[in-house]
């Protein structure tokens, strides 16, 4: 017998979707794992000082006290300071709408892992985390996410859902890097990228491995000078000092190039070990000129114990105003 009812076309894009539905599925699963294991944690070791996290950009004045050692010239109240003559400074109330963004690096090095967890994980990991704690509050979050170039924005929104979207593009990036990236990463591409995209006051978070071409100081210095920058520097243990595991292959992530090297030799090891050293000195020299809160996060690092480091870190650089910031590692 004939049926009239009308077959339903198979849409071209079913697969597709089904794709994009199971990834989805396994971000949130990810989330919801980062909200028992870490972020429950993290509620009782801040104590709801999520506030050390992001600076605002509205300022009210609150109060006005005498002058202490490192506190920032700039807010001294040159009229009141006539007046008593003793030095007072204006303390302000920081006023919490401020967007928070990731500019993330995603290029092919991130890939690497010498354990259970690669740099893209506790990547991903640490924007779930930090995002979660802001959105809970209201704030919103955005990101500039880079492969082979700049391939997504996502304006700053808030909400659970929200965050779910970051982490799902996040995961679709990581999912396609090592078929289409050509060549080494070009951090200031990214910083330049950000310096156009974002034009409010914001709060970043520069979240890279920083392998990568050389010249991203200055577009970074420029960032710093209008917005509240997080320099978190991601790294494996294995890319500071090479075990003794005999002839191995080592492959360039970046540019595929591979060679074999006899980690068995205790004089190319310490070569190794010696130039990671000074890489790792230029770098944090590097991030501490520009003058940016530098946090550094391993792939061996417990979550919990990276953020409230973070939340340390943050909390003394307020303190001490315009010191000098060094790297939390």
């Known amino acids: 017998?004939?049926?009239?009812?009308?077959?339903?076309?198979?849409?071209?894009?079913?697969?597709q979707l089904a794709t994009i539905e199971a990834a989805a599925s396994g971000v949130e699963r990810a989330l919801r794992r980062l909200e028992w294991t870490v972020i429950r944690r993290l509620d009782g070791l801040l104590q709801g000082d999520y506030r050390t996290l992001m600076r605002g950009t509205g300022l009210d004045l609150a109060d006005l006290r005498e002058y202490q050692h490192q506190d920032d010239v700039r807010h001294i109240d040159w009229n009141v300071t006539a007046r008593l003559q003793v030095p007072h400074v204006r303390v302000f109330t920081e006023d919490r709408e401020m967007a928070a963004w990731f500019v993330l690096d995603l290029s092919r090095s991130v890939d690497f892992g010498s354990g259970l967890t690669a740099k893209r994980e506790i990547s991903a990991g640490f924007v779930g985390v930090i995002a979660r704690l802001l959105t809970r509050h209201g704030n919103r979050v955005g990101a500039l996410v880079y492969g082979n170039d700049v391939e997504a924005v996502i304006p700053p929104r808030t909400g659970r859902r929200h965050v779910l979207h970051l982490l799902h593009a996040m995961e679709r990036r990581g999912a396609k890097v090592a078929a289409d990236q050509k060549g080494m990463t070009r951090l200031?591409?990214?910083?330049?990228?950000?310096?156009?995209?974002?034009?409010?006051?914001?709060?970043?978070?520069?979240?890279?491995?920083?392998?990568?071409?050389?010249?991203?100081?200055?577009?970074?210095?420029?960032?710093?000078?209008?917005?509240?920058?997080?320099?978190v520097r991601l790294f494996d243990p294995l890319e500071l000092a090479l075990p003794d595991l005999g002839l191995v292959p080592l492959r360039d992530a970046e540019t595929g190039e591979q060679l074999w090297v006899d980690t068995h030799d205790a004089g190319f090891r310490k070569r190794f070990a010696r130039i990671a050293a000074e890489r790792e000195?230029?770098?944090?020299?590097?991030?501490?000129?520009i003058g940016v809160d530098a946090l550094e996060l391993s792939t061996a690092d417990d979550l919990v114990e990276a953020v409230v480091r973070f939340a340390d870190m943050r909390k003394r650089r307020v303190r001490t105003g315009a010191a000098k910031p060094k790297a939390a590692a």
């Open 281 to 289: 000195e230029a770098l944090r020299d590097s991030l501490a000129k």
């Open 188 to 231: 200031a591409d990214l910083l330049h990228s950000a310096a156009v995209l974002i034009p409010r006051r914001s709060t970043l978070f520069v979240i890279s491995d920083f392998l990568t071409e050389p010249g991203w100081e200055k577009p970074l210095a420029q960032l710093q000078q209008k917005h509240d920058v997080v320099a």
């Open 1 to 15: 017998m004939k049926s009239w009812w009308p077959r339903r076309a198979k849409a071209a894009n079913d697969e």
